[in-house]
């Protein structure tokens, strides 16, 4: 190769690929034929490799999916009905979408200069389909430029036992912090105290007293106690706005 005149190469790993030219993670996913069974959806979804969690809100519904598949008590071979196929060949087109999806692989852009401040921000969310959260860096530069960059995302199905949404937004405010602690070892940076987002006013006042909630509220109330302050917990929740989502945006940008 003339690296004076060559493009560089993508370089791949399981289905992740890097393009060293342009700086980006992108994906291109060929996926083979299957059956249409359990077994099939299973392989496929698992040959997926997403480590960051670029693609986890699209991966979900397939495990949901799975997930359905298991609770009906499907067998692995069995062939699946054609309401639940038609899904599956839905899910499959939708992968389309991703061919010229690009992730920068960097954290800050060329030339941003010397980094004078840098926090973490997450946030969580549930609701009867799911649960997750999402985690940004904030960075401010000497020159006071804001850049924000995605870090890392994540998804869970729900638990096959019944859970209230109230429940499964402490859930997800657990996988906050979770991820918060790994973040602050693996990024090898001065960071700030993390924020942490939540627009469940019901997680926010579990911290109240957690000692008189039942185990599974009390454990992870503790966990979060354990390891952040009250004061970084934020309430993203606009009830005067019918952009809400917009204003969360903002808000959290210019914090």
Not at 12 to 17: D, P
Not at 147 to 152: D, E, K, Q, S, T
Request: charged residues 25%; contains cysteine.
């Amino acid at each position: 190769m003339d690296l004076d005149k060559d493009s560089l190469p993508i370089e791949r790993t399981l289905g992740l690929q890097w393009g060293v030219d342009s700086d980006h993670f992108q994906f291109n996913i060929h996926l083979n034929q299957k059956p249409h069974t359990r077994r099939g959806i299973l392989s496929v979804v698992s040959s997926i490799f997403d480590p960051l969690g670029f693609l986890a809100t699209l991966i979900l519904p397939a495990k949901q999916l799975l997930q359905e598949l298991c609770q009906r008590g499907f067998g692995w071979d069995e062939p699946l009905p054609q309401t639940v196929s038609d899904k599956w060949i839905e899910w499959i087109a939708s992968l389309e979408r991703i061919k010229h999806f690009q992730v920068p692989r960097c954290l800050k852009p060329k030339s941003y200069g010397t980094q004078k401040f840098a926090q973490l921000h997450h946030f969580s969310d549930a609701s009867e389909n799911g649960y997750g959260s999402v985690s940004y860096i904030r960075q401010v530069n000497m020159q006071d430029v804001v850049h924000v960059a995605f870090v890392l995302g994540k998804s869970r199905v729900l638990p096959l036992k019944h859970i209230t949404v109230p429940r499964l937004e402490l859930a997800a405010a657990t996988l906050l912090v979770k991820v918060d602690k790994m973040l602050r070892k693996e990024l090898h940076m001065d960071l700030n105290p993390s924020v942490f987002w939540t627009d469940s006013q019901t997680v926010l006042k579990y911290g109240n007293d957690y000692t008189r909630f039942k185990t599974y509220v009390a454990n992870r109330v503790s966990l979060i106690r354990d390891n952040n302050e009250r004061s970084q917990w934020r309430c993203g929740y606009m009830p005067q706005s019918s952009y809400g989502s917009q204003r969360k945006v903002d808000l959290w940008k210019n914090h």
